[in-house]
């Protein structure tokens, strides 16, 4: 069983899979936009002044904190990208 929580919980430096987006239309296809889809690996960087850093595909992307509370990630484990 694999522990599934929101990406503002998720440990900062640990990359995770997205599995799920809990939002409506606008935000998914916001998010669509940044590669924050499921199943896209990604890197939590942490928080800075209220933003929630994330790295996708070697970008990095600021969320507000109710953003990353919707998307839904699982630890990766074994062989994963090299964010850089």
Do not use: H, W
Request: with cysteine; aromatic share 6%; glycine share 14%.
């Amino acid at each position: 069983m694999t522990s599934r929580i929101p990406l503002a919980m998720y440990p900062t430096g640990q990359t995770c899979r997205i599995c799920d987006v809990c939002a409506g239309k606008g935000l998914k296809r916001r998010l669509m936009e940044m590669g924050l889809t499921p199943e896209s690996i990604i890197q939590p960087l942490g928080c800075n002044r209220g933003s929630f850093l994330v790295l996708v595909n070697g970008t990095r992307y600021a969320l507000g904190r109710g953003m990353a509370n919707k998307i839904i990630v699982e630890p990766v484990y074994g062989e994963v990208p090299q964010f850089g």
